[in-house]
């Protein structure tokens, strides 16, 4: 029987390449959009029609607090410098329940960093550093 109470949104985990990266703050970018076409008819002067166009889905962002691993870091420059060697990757963004178990999973294919973005300083300021990866990715499916 389904559970009808929502889950937190703060128990998941992010794999890329089969290896499981916990620890990270947030993932945005979990959507797909299709682009809306107007069509103009002669004579009909009251509406235009809308037609589906092409499909396409954001970049995915990942947000993890800045620890002595440069796995995101050397992910991103590496495939600056050489992509055929770094190659895409394939990964997942993983849904937990309370227990720890998985409930959904949504993997995306193809996937390459287009940004990375190192700590904020500030000596003003007492919070966890926090670096991002952004990723293109060809295409997000519901596991």
Wanted: charged fraction near 20%.
């Amino acid at each position: 029987m389904p559970t009808t109470r929502p889950f937190g949104k703060f128990r998941f985990v992010v794999e890329i390449d089969g290896l499981s990266l916990a620890h990270f703050q947030s993932v945005s970018g979990l959507s797909h959009e299709i682009e809306v076409l107007a069509q103009q008819e002669g004579g009909v002067n009251d509406r235009m029609h809308k037609l589906p166009g092409q499909g396409s889905y954001p970049n995915v962002v990942l947000k993890v607090g800045y620890i002595d691993n440069r796995l995101l870091e050397g992910w991103h420059f590496g495939y600056s410098k050489a992509p055929g060697g770094v190659g895409r990757k394939n990964g997942s963004i993983v849904m937990l329940d309370d227990a720890g178990q998985e409930k959904a999973r949504w993997n995306f294919t193809r996937a390459w960093p287009v940004k990375w973005e190192g700590p904020e300083l500030d000596a003003s300021q007492s919070q966890i550093m926090v670096e991002s990866v952004e990723i293109a990715h060809e295409g997000i499916t519901r596991g």
